[in-house]
């Protein structure tokens, strides 16, 4: 896996890798397979901005198309990651906001991360 930008307001599907100045704070800081075959797949991954908080993600064949869902504990339970916002001021960050929908997918859950 590698991290990259989404640029979507230059497109749908418009990517762009990070700085190498970028990857120092926001890349993938280490990666491991926790299961590989079959239909699908189980990685886990830590981001360098946040590297105790590990995202577990699994690949399944869905219709045809290679699907992905991402897990992460927020506010202390294990949630479907929907969305992270990264505040920045310059190239320091503020804090990282998690997003994401409880494993019982009735309540969003939310998380401010603070260095």
Request: with cysteine.
């Amino acid at each position: 896996m590698f991290a990259y930008w989404r640029l979507n307001e230059k497109g749908p599907g418009v990517l762009e890798p990070l700085l190498p100045l970028e990857e120092k704070a926001y890349g993938i800081e280490r990666q491991r397979v926790l299961s590989n075959g079959g239909p699908g797949g189980k990685v886990e991954l830590a981001l360098r901005a946040v590297p105790t908080r590990p995202i577990v993600i699994l690949t399944a064949m869905n219709a045809g198309r290679c699907e992905a869902r991402s897990f992460v504990t927020i506010s202390g339970e294990s949630a479907l990651l929907s969305n992270v916002y990264v505040k920045l001021s310059g190239l320091r960050m503020d804090y990282v906001l998690l997003l994401g929908l409880s494993a019982d997918r009735r309540r969003v859950v939310r998380e401010k991360l603070t260095r």
